[in-house]
T-cell receptor
Framework: AQSVAQPEDQVNVAEGNPLTVKCTYS??????LFWYVQYPNRGLQFLLK??????LVKGSYGFEAEFNKSQTSFHLKKPSALVSDSALYFC?????????FGKGTRLHILP | EPEVTQTPSHQVTQMGQEVILRCVPI?????FYWYRQILGQKVEFLVS????????KSEIFDDQFSVERPDGSNFTLKIRSTKLEDSAMYFC???????????FGPGTRLTVT
């Protein structure tokens, strides 16, 4: 069974607007959750992680994510989108010390 | 900032040939991984490696695959007899400790013809 789900294949946001990329998880207990970003023709870059502690996690490039146990969600957010944020975003879970990735959401920031 | 490097960036090979994909993990990292991403699909775990042995492998990682750390810096993935369906982007990753964030290399695009 898939452990993380990204319900949107693509998200379009106007530059300067807030953005949200959705992720839900299905594992029980205390999940280790991550967000990675993949720019065109580049490898995966780590953005942020949730292991324990504060539900709001701050990461690279102004991104943050909120761990919500009641909704089993870990949505990625940014208050003001930049055109350079356009990329493929993967939600992921550490399961038995390997990363299980969601299918990815392509984020388009429109100038 | 230290980073994971991979060579070559693109490898073209004929079906049935052996290929070796090379990775140099971050120097103080102890855990190493290979993932692959078939075009248009999600990233899939292949294998993890620690203390000179495989920690875990997926069902994709069958007998045609092998990994090795031949010296103190390189981490290689060998595909013994490539098939068309092995065409993918292969990512190496490393982490300092178990369950720490994994840092990924830029990938090697393998094209099997």
């Amino acid at each position: 069974a898939q452990s993380v789900a990204q319900p949107e294949d693509q998200v379009n946001v106007a530059e300067g607007n807030p953005l949200t990329v959705k992720c839900t998880y299905s594992v029980s207990g205390n999940p280790y959750l991550f967000w990675y970003v993949q720019y065109p023709n580049r490898g995966l870059q780590f953005l942020l992680k949730y292991i324990t502690g504060d539900n709001l996690v701050k990461g690279s490039y102004g991104f943050e994510a909120e761990f919500n146990k009641s909704q089993t969600s870990f949505h990625l957010k940014k208050p003001s989108a930049l055109v350079s944020d356009s990329a493929l975003y993967f939600c992921a879970e550490d399961r038995d010390d390997k990363i299980i990735f969601g299918k990815g959401t392509r984020l388009h920031i429109l100038p | 900032e230290p980073e994971v490097t991979q060579t070559p960036s693109h490898q073209v090979t004929q079906m049935g040939q052996e290929v070796i994909l090379r990775c140099v993990p971050i120097s103080n990292h102890l855990y190493f991984y290979w993932y692959r991403q078939i075009l248009g699909q999600k990233v899939e775990f292949l294998v993890s490696f620690y203390n000179n042995e495989i920690s875990e492998k997926s069902e994709i990682f069958d007998d045609q695959f092998s990994v090795e750390r031949p010296d103190g810096s390189n981490f290689t993935l060998k595909i013994r007899s490539t098939k068309l369906e092995d065409s993918a982007m292969y990512f190496c990753a490393s982490s300092e400790e178990i369950s720490y964030e994994q840092y990924f290399g830029p990938g090697t695009r393998l094209t099997v013809t």
